[in-house]
């Protein structure tokens, strides 16, 4: 069992290694953490930068995924509920941001997440969670929106 894999598992490269899941009537390992980051800009149609990079999420074998969409409230405080946020593809990162492709020209893609403003929050799923414990020394344990408590990362 690699390091940190039994605590979140992950929505890239070992979600398709999960030993879990070949076995009949057991349960697979789901993952089970999200990086957030706020969007810093959109500069062009179907173009969002986000302010997540190379020093907040591992890379080494997948670049993060989408998953999901908080727009940011009218009263420029509070987030809306998640939104699966589809046909999204992070196509780079540096060390300061992420770049975040939409196909604004798919049907799938919900009328909601084509409208994605400075501000708004986006989630994303890691790939190889070993690499993401040693980039924060501390995570937020939560069920939902509800926070639980702290978790120290000490290496």
Known sequence: MRSG??????????????????????????????????????PEPGLVLVGVGRRDVPYDLDLPRALWLRSRGDDGRTLGAPLELSRATVTDLNDEHLF?????????????TLHVHPGDVIGFGISHPCTLFDKWRVGIVVDGDRPLGLVSFDF
């Not at 009949?24 to 959109?42: D, F, I, K």
Request: proline residues 6%; without cysteine.
């Open 5 to 42: 894999s039994y605590v979140v598992h992950d929505h890239g490269h070992y979600a398709h290694l999960d030993a879990f899941s070949r076995v009949p009537g057991a349960e697979p390992l789901r993952a089970a953490a999200t990086v957030w980051g706020s969007v810093v800009s959109v």
């Open 100 to 112: 975040l492709r939409l196909d604004i020209d798919s049907a799938r893609l919900g009328p909601e």
